[in-house]
């Protein structure tokens, strides 16, 4: 966790494996959380084919989620045969060396409790609706898949370098709250903004926030915040452009940003270039 947290982490931490992974132990869902389930679901299918690119929105329809909070076990059946990625139960967030090590390792976190109703709209903290809801289709798009890989194993040598904010900001602005060019205007593919009900319509269709053609200095430098909706939305042209910026080797790239001033969450710098909204 990258220090924007200033509370103990929600979940039950207590049986966990040293990997931090735990069992689903599906059967434990009360009725209750699966008909929250079906109204956040129910909520966000009825927005994202308005707002989703269409590779997410074919994964999310193969997936067939709305009626209950799926198993895990049978998800991985399908997505090993896909991509190869494997979802793991999860208390909750992880220290970023275990969660950079399960995504450098095909393996993604998923957190195992629900929201409260009372949640319904807003949580700071990643649960089960959006880790699954948010992360899980992508991960079925192969371009994408080794794009994350490459992200944890990225992660992994940012540790070592003392380098994780910026690579937490490339995290929250492409994996989070990414946005792409489509035929059909910008869409999102930010798992932050495809399971949130406000923001999903806002990060697309608002004249309010910048939206800056990705750039990976420039992401890599910029501050966010991570209880509002963001001012700032970098725009890719399609998953390769993201899978091929994490090719080089990052560390003169944190040499040179390390001495670089800071950019503010809703700051734009001259020159740049902004996309209008969508449709
Ligand atoms: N743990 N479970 C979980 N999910 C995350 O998205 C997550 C995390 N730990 C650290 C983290 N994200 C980020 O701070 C890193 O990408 C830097
Ligand atoms: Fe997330």
Request: hydrophobic letters at 40%.
């Amino acid at each position: 966790m990258t220090g924007e947290s200033t509370h103990n982490p929600r979940g039950d931490y207590s049986g966990m494996r040293p990997d931090f992974t735990v069992d689903q132990a599906w059967e434990r869902y009360s009725p209750e959380e699966h008909a929250l389930w079906r109204r956040l679901y129910a909520r966000q299918a009825a927005l994202v084919p308005l707002y989703a690119c269409s590779e997410y929105l074919a994964s999310l329809r193969a997936l067939d989620s709305a009626q209950a909070i799926p198993r895990f076990d049978e998800v991985n059946a399908r997505l090993a045969a896909a991509t190869g990625w494997t979802l793991v139960a999860v208390p909750g967030l992880l220290p970023d060396r275990a969660f950079f090590e399960h995504l450098a390792n095909r393996r993604f976190p998923v957190t195992v409790w629900l929201r409260k109703p009372e949640e319904f709209d807003y949580i700071v903290e990643p649960d089960v609706f959006h880790d699954f809801f948010g992360h899980v289709p992508l991960l079925f798009d192969p371009v994408f898949a080794d794009y994350l890989q490459a992200y944890g194993r990225g992660g992994l040598k940012a540790d070592a370098l003392g380098a994780i904010e910026m690579l937490a900001r490339l995290y929250w602005y492409t994996v989070e709250f990414g946005l792409i060019e489509t035929g059909e205007g910008i869409r999102a593919y930010g798992a932050g903004i495809l399971s949130s009900g406000g923001e999903l319509p806002y990060c697309v269709q608002s004249p309010e926030p910048k939206r800056i053609g990705f750039d990976l200095l420039r992401i890599m430098r910029t501050r966010y915040k991570i209880d509002t909706f963001q001012e700032t939305y970098f725009v890719i042209r399609d998953f390769a452009e993201l899978f091929e910026a994490t090719a080089p080797d990052f560390s003169p790239y944190y040499a040179q940003l390390r001495g670089a001033e800071l950019v503010g969450p809703g700051e734009t710098l001259s020159g740049e270039r902004l996309h209008g909204p969508g449709p």
